[in-house]
């Protein structure tokens, strides 16, 4: 069992700036792929950026060039640095983990979400 828990969501103005956290704890050997996934009032849930064991990163077009993704391996954390925040980037942000598993399996694992807020 893996359990994932974001951490730096808040209310920040236009144009400002925010670090969301997600750490992995439990049964782990190994994590694979780490990603964010957000949803906004009254759209579906996006994926906004991933990274790969490797550090391999793809991002969503509308976040490209403000957002970073990275992660320690050491601390099985992802990280999620957002600048230049616009109002269109606030929703509820989620952490998710891919773990391997048994015959070539593997078994995704979510955080609870936080909330990010974009307002004057």
């Known amino acids: 069992q893996v359990q994932l828990v974001e951490s730096g969501g808040g209310l920040v103005q236009p144009g400002g700036s925010l670090r969301l956290s997600c750490a992995a704890s439990g049964s782990i050997f190994s994590i694979n792929g780490m990603g964010w996934y957000r949803r906004a009032p009254g759209k579906q849930r996006e994926l906004v950026a991933g990274?790969?064991?490797?550090?391999?990163?793809a991002y969503a077009d509308s976040v490209k060039g403000r957002f970073t993704i990275s992660r320690d391996n050491a601390k099985n954390t992802v990280y999620l640095q957002m600048n230049s925040l616009k109002p269109e980037d606030t929703a509820v942000y989620y952490c998710?983990?891919?773990?391997?598993?048994?015959?070539?399996?593997?078994?995704?694992?979510w955080g609870q979400g936080t909330q990010v807020t974009v307002s004057s």
């Open positions: 990274i790969t064991s490797s550090g391999s990163t």
């Open positions: 998710n983990a891919a773990v391997p598993g048994a015959s070539r399996i593997e078994y995704t694992y």
